[in-house]
Structures are given as C-alpha cells and as structure tokens.
C-alpha cells in the first residue's frame, strides 16, 4: 500500500474539525484508508524543532484519487457531507493545442495523451504536492515509468504545435532538468547512468535504436521520456500556465494517469476544475481529445447490495451512501432494482457491481452492518483435486520420499533453458514488474522447484528422494482471465546411479492406488501406458512419456499426461547437480 505524509495542519483545517490522532484514525477505518503515524506524538527531539506535524496515511493501492494531499482532503469532506463532488470540466479554447505523434514511435512507446492547467496558482506546498503526486503514479500504476511517464512544462516558455517523435540518440540535443550543459542522447545516458534517481529508469530506452522525443513548435526539445524533462521548460512557482503530457505503452494507463493529475490540480486553476483539451494526430490521421473527463455509466441491482450488506435499503439510500463515496447515484426510473452510478474520471477503481456494492457499505460504515447468521446451512468438504492430492502425497512419502515446498514463482531461464525447453511465447505466464530476476514466470512445470530444493541440499547422505504436489500456470485465452492452473505430481531420485527404476516403480505404484491399470497402446480399455520419447530434458534413450485412457462423460480420450526418465547432463549441470537424477512429473487432474 502506498504510503503518503501530508501536513497535518493543513489537512484538518480543510476538514473544519480538529481531530484528535485517535480520532482521525477512526475517521480514516470508516472511509477505508489507515492512519500509519502521527508525529505530533512523537519527542519534538526526534521531529525536530522546525517541523510541521504531519500524518502518514496508507492508502489502497488501486486509489489513485487518494495518492496527495489534495485527493485526500477532497475525499474525506465529501465523505463527511462538508462538500459535494466536484464537478471536473473541459474549456473550449478558441484554438486547441496539438501533439502530432510520428510513425516512428510505434518502435519504442506509441501513446501520447496531454491536457492544460490555465492560470493555475502554486505555493511551495502545492508545488510539492504536485511532484510528489507524480513520483507516487511513477512507482504506482506507472510501473516504474515501464508503462508511462508524466512530463509538466511551463506552457509559457514553449510554443505549439508540438510533436512527439523517436529519434535517432545524436539527433537527440538539449539541456536535461537542473543541469547547465547540454546533452545529445548518447552522454545523457552516460551522464545518468551512477544517477541513483535516474539511473534505474535508463534500461527502458537505452538499447533503442530511437529514443522518444517531446518537441515544441521551433523543434526545442520538452522532455526525453520516460527518462527526463527540458530545463527550457521546467516548472516554477510562478509558471501559471502548466502543460502535462504522459507517453506509454498502454493509451488506457496514461488515460488514468493523465485524469489523476489534472482533476488534482486543477482545483489551483482560476476557474476550479475546469481542464483544457489538447488534441492528439495519430499517423494514421486519427484525431483524439484529452483527457476525458466526462463521467461513465456503472450499474448494480439494488438486490445484490443488500443481498451482499445483509441491508434493506431503498434505492434513495443508497445512492445517497454513494453520494459520500463522490459517486453520482440515481435510481433507473424504468427499472426500481437497478442503480445506476456516473463514475467520476477520479474512481478508475470502479470496474464491477462489487465495487458499488463496496462503496455502500463503507459509506453505511462496516461496523454498522447487522451482525446475523448465515440464511443457509453449508457442509464443508475437500475439493475432489485437495483430496486426490492428499491420496497421492500419502503414497509418496510412504515411498519414502520426503515432501518439498518450493516457490510458484522462478526465473526464465529456469523455467526453460535449464530445462533443454524452448519458450513458445504462448504457454508461460510472464509477470510484467518482476522484482528481481528470480521471480519472472508462473512455473509451467514442477521440475525446477525440485531441483532447486535437491542443490539446496546436496550434501545430504545419498539417495535423496524428495516430491511436490502443487499447482503450475499456463496461459489459457478461452478462460476469463485468461491463465489456468494445474495440478502436477513431480518426484525426482538422486544417487550414485540413475536410479530408473525406483522412479519408474514409483509411476506404477502411484497408478495401483488411483486404481488404473497399465494397458498396452492399441488397447481400448481405460488405463495408462508408457512410451519411450525424445525429450530434451531427459538423457537420449532414456525417457518415456506418459499416456492415460480416459472418460470424460461418456467419450473414451487419449492424454499425454507427462514424463520420466534420467535428466540429462547439461541439465544436471545448469542446476549443479553432481549424481545421476532421474524424474518424473504428470498432471493429476485427468484422474478426477
């Protein structure tokens, strides 16, 4: 959860109360946020002699409205009837400004969206605030400026139209934020790369053939996202017109990113909340409008939420608990069972009728939602794959092999080249922000977890016999997230031999309890078989796969459910492994 310190003065002035710490705390459990620290509790020793007070507050991660102090204060006066939600516009200059995007930057980051703050007023807290808010989106839903950045200038110093462009790096020339000396794109990475602010963002740019470019009308050079702004137009106290442009890989997130800063901010404008457009000409000649601040439709039956609140609340009620949460509620006049909500360019957070539903109960407050039991009795019992799980645990570890519980996340190359396997692009679930290289993909296969767990423990007495019975991932475009689990059985044998046949009689003993019998290839009788196979990460001659005869309803199916055989030495080597291993690993969900 992102953390974020406001000052405590202010905060509880725009709130017309003063709030004791324990108080706002339960101001802050109510509304759904939490109060981290307060440090006018703590020694003025410790806080020092000059220092305001201030609150540090936790916020909800997919709350983006909630990532400043503004955001925060706006919030929580709607929340306590003080005001009511603002209403966020779009002026109609006489002459819009426009970004032109080039082909080019389809190579490296192809969206650009931009909006204006006319006449908007800073002080230093305000200005602060504005640049904290973007450091919070930067590591937030910006992903580390991987899937956006913000860029803000000083309208006044620069004139339209502008472009967006990717460039060659010595094409690239301009004097970077708070520096003096000019910079073409080769020395800014360079110069940045020991930077420990800047230097972890350099990756996502430097071995681009092209960097991504802001330009003004006299080809002045805005900001080099997402790595850093122009000093020509850097923001100041006294800049009173701002222009705020976010380039991305993904349009939606810079959508969401762009509606977050300026619904903050514009409230700093001479007329409050109202933003002014600028337009967006894509290459293909597509114009489009930024940002967009008009509200969405969201509905939810009024029956779920009071099915879901243990409430029964009239529609009225509830759109006026909607009303706390800044949501726009009205009953549908043809329909009574039916709320439907105007979701503010604020609440990116709303996406299902469980969010409305959510909403209510926080503006009813949680500790007011009757307490009873239950409707209907319920029986409690094993899922069929839990069970047939603890069945196949038991007859392993009366094989005596002992029981492994590795991590569900491993590197890439673990996951495949240590394997002899090739990626497909089509099978691994890959994760976008992998915080270290440990961690990139869902596991598609037991195997390297327990060779992992086996060098861990090497110096163990020989044979070791260790197993796992646990789920793997896959990409699957037919389910509605798009990735399914499975259960797999995968056991492996280290010793001074092969030890082929203990793994191979292991496979047969393990069938014998889930009562299926070995049958040959061109039987039609339900069962498994074994066949020898080529597979590369197993010793040539010396792996077979598994195939199981099955019902499904009432066809007869043929599955490859796996494999066994001796690892072969590269494999061994890749996870340093000394002693012949063998393997064997299937999926248990076919025996359902």
């Known amino acids: 959860m992102p953390t974020v310190t406001v000052d405590k003065e202010t905060l509880l002035s725009s709130l017309e109360k003063s709030y004791t710490s324990e108080e706002f705390d339960e101001l802050c459990f109510r509304f759904g946020i939490e109060l981290e620290e307060d440090t006018s509790e703590k020694d003025p020793s410790e806080r020092g002699e ?24 706006r ?24 970004i032109t995007v080039t082909p080019e930057t389809a190579q490296i980051r192809p969206a650009i969206v931009g909006a204006i703050l006319r006449n908007i007023t800073f002080n230093q807290d305000r200005y602060n605030s504005f640049i ?39 094409d690239i020339k301009f004097i970077p934020l ?104 894509y290459p293909d000649g597509t114009v489009k409008e930024t940002p967009r601040l008009a509200p969405w439709r969201a509905t939810a039956p009024k029956d779920y939420i009071n099915a879901c609140t243990g409430l029964d609340l009239s529609g009225d009620d509830i759109c006026k608990l909607l009303k706390r ?49 239950p409707g209907v009795n319920t029986v409690g019992a094993a899922l069929p794959i839990n069970k047939l799980s603890d069945h196949a645990r038991r007859e392993l570890a009366l094989a005596g092999f002992t029981e492994v519980a590795p991590l569900i996340l491993c590197s890439h190359d673990e996951n495949f080249k240590y394997l002899n396997r090739k990626d497909d692009n089509t099978t691994a679930i890959k994760l976008a922000n992998p915080k270290t290289i440990e961690y990139q993909v869902v596991r598609t296969s037991l195997l390297p977890g327990v060779l992992k767990t086996i060098n861990s423990n090497r110096k163990l007495p020989l044979p070791i016999k260790v197993f796992e019975v646990s789920d793997v991932g896959f990409k699957d475009e037919s389910r509605e997230r ?90 061994l080597e890749n996870f340093e492994l000394t002693h012949p291993t063998t393997a064997l690993e299937f999926n248990l969900e076919p025996f359902l």
Not at 51 to 69: G, H, S, T
Not at 353 to 370: C, K, W
């Open 50 to 73: 000059n220092e305001r007070p201030q609150l540090k507050i936790d916020i909800p991660a997919n709350r983006y409205d909630l990532l400043c102090q503004e955001g925060i204060s």
């Open 75 to 98: 919030a929580l006066r709607v929340f306590e009837g003080l005001q009511d939600a603002p209403n966020y516009r779009l002026t109609q200059p006489a002459k819009k400004e426009q």
């Open 132 to 170: 904290d808010l973007q450091d919070k989106l930067h590591n937030n839903i910006c992903r580390k400026r991987t899937l956006a950045a913000i860029g803000t200038h000083d309208l006044d110093t620069v004139q339209g139209p502008f472009t967006y462009e990717a460039l060659p790096h010595k």
């Open 178 to 281: 708070n520096q003096t000396k000019e910079m073409d794109g080769d020395q800014l990475m360079e110069h940045y790369t020991n930077d420990k602010n800047l230097g972890k963002f350099l990756h996502i740019i430097r071995d681009s053939p092209v960097y991504p470019v802001v330009l003004d009308g006299q080809r002045r050079v805005c900001s080099l996202p997402p790595i850093i702004n122009s000093e020509h137009s850097k923001i100041r106290l006294d800049t009173k017109n701002v222009l705020i442009e976010v380039t991305a890989t993904d349009e939606h997130k810079a959508n969401i990113v762009l509606n977050t800063m300026v619904s903050m901010f514009s409230e700093y404008c001479a007329e409050p909340f109202a933003v002014e457009p600028m337009e967006i000409v």
């Open 325 to 373: 949460m800044t949501l726009d509620a009205s009953v549908n006049p043809t329909n009574d069972n039916e709320i439907q909500v105007n979701v503010p360019p604020t609440r990116w957070d709303i996406l299902h009728a469980a969010d409305i539903m959510e909403d209510v109960a926080i503006g009813y407050g949680y500790d007011n939602l009757p307490r009873k039991m």
């Open 482 to 571: 798009r990735t399914r689990n499975e259960r797999h059985v995968c056991a492996a044998y280290m010793s001074k031999t092969s030890g082929f046949e203990v793994i191979h009689g292991l496979l047969d003993r393990i069938m014998e309890m889930f009562s299926t019998s070995l049958i040959s290839k061109d039987s039609r009788s339900l069962g498994y078989w074994i066949q020898e196979s080529e597979n590369a990460t197993y010793f040539p001659g010396r792996s077979a796969d598994i195939y199981l005869r099955y019902l499904d309803g009432t066809e007869r199916k043929v599955l490859n459910i796996g494999s066994f055989g001796v690892l072969h030495p590269t494999v």
